[in-house]
């Protein structure tokens, strides 16, 4: 049987009788003393310098800087000058198993979590063949139990093998451990299958995960179409094809009373829409990337699939910085990466024959505090906030500093430049939008759920 | 300049030296030899991934009148047809040691993605909708050859400017040297934001008395099935250029291949004021100055060492 994640419920009224969402391997409970750290958890309202002492994998002490003395066994990081955080939660990843394990799996899909700083996952189901039954499911999680670093759950999709066509068998999905419904990769082009997706979603739970698009209006669209794909003279996807289409399911979730995410907001008339659907008390919930908060379609220019090549596509800087408001105010509720790994063959093509996506989990964090936070576009707070609860629209709380708790955190020296992909990546694919760039903040060691996950490999520990 | 990808590699500057070299070898293509030996020993590689008559024949004529060894790869018929990647293919030619590789392709930014990994020069001969710059410096000096300069002129581009790379080469190339340029067209076929490239854009032809060139788009019939103009007999009675719609000292000129009947009149081509023959014309010379300027011109030395030959110099 899975091995089942300690703390969350394995069953009973705390998660509906449910398996626990979230799965990974086994290994040795964390016996940490990190010393002198600026601690921040904004949720939890712990901030300053302290000693922070980790016991079999629990928070057990948080207490002045100084005053907790090293027994036996517990490794020592002097920590002074670096940040603790809560570990951040991407509810928007692709590990590409089964069936593409080239570009990556679950053993490196999760080391490149960890060494981004996350303790929890969501994967997406557009694998090959896609994820649409319970058997399949089980088979991940087993998986998962093996070789997972970071504890990682599952989703499944909407329509079986995300033809659009028919709902898969969502409540045995459920029983067997999904926790959200996507067909992401796609949208849900019929407005009568996402009806009938939501009705049904009032018996099973899980939030329906949308990728907005309408396939009529984005065509053989490449990016975003504007003023530079009108120079580049390549096919552009008008903003207008993603919010019409969150208009429509907004309606239709509003209607039903039926809980919606969407994936990867790109543009303000899409913000729009959001705003209006949450004011008109629709369950709808919203993700961001960091490619979209960082960069534009200006960045297109150079033509670099690898880099600059997604779905949705970059947008304008008026999207960008509409964007970075609607993180402020509270309209986007979480930063996820939409993680996406593809291999060199696929991205060293013509722009237009490249495959969509780029890679985020390594760099979310440094490359946000980088561009957004050091130049004092958006607060460290509120980075961290947004990055750790992207878990909660699919009932998984944020993970917390709090004494008690499984340690779930990451450290991170805000001061380290690094060169991205200079050394290497944790995932199997190098198609970071970041690559080659100089980042500040860099992760030295992640807890996952009481484990190590991760430690730099040129960051060492003292042993007392 | 090591490539020719873009009309952004050019200057004013630039391209006037490119178009007084282009009419050097225009005078040596009226001689009875007809060959330079500026490329002798060096290979020149043509690389199509798209059917061409004009540009293909034009540059490996280009290559062989500066007496270099030209390797034509046409797609079809080659490995490309079994699936090999752009970047196998390119490695495998490069076995070859070329000095210039001259790639048409059907997506935009493959010349660019080639220059970055061959040592050869790289020159863009059409990649998807993006760039066309030989057609656009070779348009430039057929218009030299009949007018001169075409600082201060008015020119209307006019018709499909959305799939078109000539047009974004031209409305580039023509802006750079002065002119003031008008793009006209049916909404649907307009570039949303093309007019952040300091062009006007206009959906009719009224007013079209007032250009001094007038440059036509091939108006391509799968068009229609995709909603982009109603009919071409709609199309055509909108913005089909014929003889009635222009006075007598305008100019009109085409990239070619021509629809008659659909965007021009048939009338208009067999008129003196038609520059189409002389844009076919030009073809050769630009090209064998632009490969002149890149390999032999561009700095670095010929590999049989003569160096820069004097023009006019028969073999």
Same mark, same amino acid.
């Given at each position: 049987m899975n091995e089942v994640i300690d703390g969350l419920p394995e069953d009973g009224a705390e998660n509906g009788g449910l398996p626990a969402p979230l799965i990974q391997r086994p290994g040795p409970e964390a016996n940490l003393l990190i010393r002198g750290a600026q601690l921040l958890d904004p949720t939890a309202g712990i901030e300053g310098s302290h000693d922070l002492l980790i016991e079999k994998g629990r928070v057990a002490r948080i207490a002045e800087t100084g005053s907790i003395e090293a027994t036996e066994g517990v490794e020592v990081i002097e920590a002074e000058g670096f940040h603790v955080f809560p570990a951040f939660f991407d509810p928007h990843v692709h590990f590409r198993t089964p069936g593409?394990?080239?570009?990556?799996?679950?053993?490196?899909?999760?080391?490149?979590?960890?060494?981004?700083?996350?303790?929890?996952?969501?994967?997406?189901?557009?694998?090959?063949?896609?994820?649409?039954?319970? $058997? /399949?499911?089980?088979?991940?999680?087993?998986?998962?139990?093996?070789?997972?670093?970071?504890?990682?759950?599952?989703?499944?999709?909407?329509?079986?093998?995300?033809?659009?066509?028919?709902?898969?068998?969502?409540?045995?999905?459920?029983?067997?451990?999904?926790?959200?419904?996507?067909?992401?990769?796609?949208? @849900?082009?019929?407005?009568?299958?996402?009806?009938?997706?939501?009705?049904?979603?009032?018996?099973?739970?899980?939030? @329906?995960?949308?990728h907005e698009e309408d396939p009529e209006l984005s065509g053989r669209g490449v990016m975003n179409e504007g003023v530079v794909s009108s120079e580049l003279g390549l096919r552009g996807v008008p903003s207008i094809s993603e919010s019409t289409m969150i208009g429509r399911d907004a309606a239709i979730a509003g209607y039903e009373g039926g809980a919606i995410q969407i994936q990867h907001l790109s543009a303000v008339e899409s913000i729009e829409q959001v705003r209006r659907a949450k004011a008109d008390g629709v369950d709808i919930t919203c993700e961001v990337t960091p490619h979209h908060l960082?960069?534009?379609?200006?960045? !297109?220019?150079?033509?670099?699939?690898? #880099?600059?090549?997604?779905?949705?596509?970059?947008?304008?800087?008026?999207?960008? /910085?509409?964007?970075?408001?609607?993180? #402020?105010?509270?309209?986007?509720?979480? @930063?996820?990466?939409?993680?996406?790994?593809?291999?060199?063959?696929? #991205?060293?093509?013509?722009?237009?024959?490249?495959?969509?996506?780029?890679?985020?989990? $390594?760099?979310?964090?440094?490359?946000?505090?980088?561009?957004? !936070? !050091?130049?004092?576009?958006?607060?460290?707070?509120?980075?961290?906030?947004?990055?750790?609860?992207?878990?909660?629209?699919?009932?998984?709380?944020?993970?917390?500093?709090? $004494?008690?708790?499984?340690?779930?955190?990451?450290? @991170?020296?805000? $001061?380290?430049?690094? !060169?991205?992909?200079?050394?290497?990546?944790?995932?199997?694919?190098?198609?970071?939008?970041?690559?080659?760039?100089?980042l500040r903040g860099r992760v030295l060691v992640t807890l996952a759920d009481g484990q190590v996950a991760y430690r730099l490999r040129t960051f060492s520990l003292g042993v007392a | 300049m090591k490539h020719l990808l873009s009309i952004d590699d050019l200057d004013p500057e630039r391209i006037e030296s490119l178009l007084d070299r282009a009419e050097s070898f225009a005078e040596v293509s009226k001689r009875d030899i007809k060959k330079v030996p500026a490329l002798r020993g060096r290979t020149v590689v043509t690389l199509f991934y798209e059917a061409s008559t004009r540009t293909s024949s034009s540059f490996e004529l280009a290559a062989k009148r500066l007496s270099a060894d030209v390797v034509s790869v046409k797609a079809s018929g080659s490995s490309v047809e079994k699936g090999e990647s752009l970047k196998d293919t390119v490695e495998t030619l490069s076995a070859y040691d070329p000095a210039a590789i001259v790639i048409r392709h059907p997506q935009a930014g493959a010349a660019q993605m080639l220059s970055q990994w061959v040592d050869a020069a790289v020159v863009n001969a059409g990649d998807g909708m993006h760039q066309h710059p030989s057609q656009a410096l070779l348009d430039l000096f057929a218009l030299r050859q009949r007018i001169g300069s075409v600082e201060g002129r008015k020119i209307w581009i006019v018709g499909d400017v959305l799939h078109s790379r000539v047009a %974004?080469?031209?409305?580039?190339?023509?802006?750079?040297?002065?002119?003031?340029?008008?793009?006209?067209?049916?909404?649907?076929?307009?570039?949303?934001?093309?007019?952040?490239?300091?062009?006007?854009? %206009?959906?009719?032809?009224?007013?079209?008395?007032?250009?001094?060139?007038?440059?036509?788009?091939?108006?391509?019939?799968?068009?229609?099935?995709?909603?982009?103009?109603?009919?071409? %007999?709609?199309?055509?009675?909108?913005?089909?250029?014929?003889?009635?719609?222009?006075?007598?000292?305008?100019?009109?000129?085409?990239?070619?291949?021509?629809?008659?009947?659909?965007?021009?009149?048939?009338?208009?081509?067999?008129?003196?004021?038609?520059?189409?023959?002389?844009?076919?014309?030009?073809?050769?010379?630009? %090209?064998?100055?632009?490969?002149?300027?890149?390999?032999?011109?561009?700095?670095?030395?010929?590999?049989?060492?003569?160096?820069?030959?004097?023009?006019?110099?028969?073999?």
């Open positions: 593409q394990e080239y570009k990556e799996d679950l053993e490196t899909g999760t080391r490149s979590a960890a060494a981004g700083g996350y303790a929890g996952v969501i994967a997406m189901a557009n694998t090959s063949p896609p994820v649409s039954t319970a $058997e /399949q499911i089980e088979a991940l999680r087993d998986r998962a139990s093996r070789v997972a670093s970071i504890p990682v759950g599952f989703s499944a999709t909407v329509t079986r093998d995300m033809k659009g066509e028919e709902l898969t068998d969502m409540a045995e999905l459920r029983q067997a451990g999904a926790v959200a419904f996507t067909d992401d990769g796609l949208p @849900i082009a019929s407005a009568r299958i996402l009806r009938r997706a939501l009705q049904y979603q009032a018996m099973t739970g899980g939030r @329906i995960a949308l960082c960069m534009t379609d200006e960045a !297109v220019r150079d033509l670099n699939a690898s #880099k600059h090549k997604m779905n949705p596509p970059l947008r304008t800087e008026a999207d960008r /910085q509409a964007l970075i408001e609607a993180l #402020k105010d509270g309209t986007i509720d979480c @930063i996820a990466t939409d993680h996406a790994p593809h291999a060199a063959h696929e #991205k060293e093509v013509p722009y237009e024959a490249a495959n969509m996506g780029v890679t985020g989990l $390594e760099t979310a964090f440094a490359s946000v505090y980088t561009k957004l !936070v !050091v130049p004092g576009t958006i607060s460290l707070e509120l980075l961290v906030e947004k990055l750790g609860c992207g878990g909660i629209p699919f009932g998984i709380e944020p993970f917390t500093l709090a $004494e008690g708790s499984r340690a779930s955190l990451c450290l @991170i020296d805000l $001061e380290a430049e690094w !060169v991205v992909g200079e050394d290497g990546y944790e995932s199997r694919s190098g198609n970071s939008w970041c690559a080659g760039e100089q | %974004r080469s031209n409305i580039q190339a023509f802006s750079m040297m002065g002119a003031e340029v008008t793009i006209a067209g049916p909404p649907t076929l307009m570039p949303r934001g093309i007019d952040a490239s300091g062009c006007e854009v %206009r959906h009719s032809l009224d007013g079209i008395e007032e250009a001094d060139i007038v440059y036509l788009l091939r108006m391509q019939k799968e068009r229609m099935g995709e909603s982009f103009v109603p009919s071409i %007999r709609e199309y055509a009675r909108l913005f089909q250029v014929n003889s009635r719609r222009l006075g007598p000292r305008q100019l009109v000129m085409h990239p070619g291949p021509v629809n008659r009947g659909v965007e021009i009149g048939g009338d208009v081509i067999d008129s003196d004021r038609c520059l189409i023959a002389d844009q076919v014309a030009s073809g050769l010379a630009v %090209r064998m100055a632009i490969l002149f300027e890149l390999l032999a011109h561009g700095g670095e030395s010929s590999a049989v060492g003569e160096g820069p030959v004097p023009i006019g110099e028969p073999a």
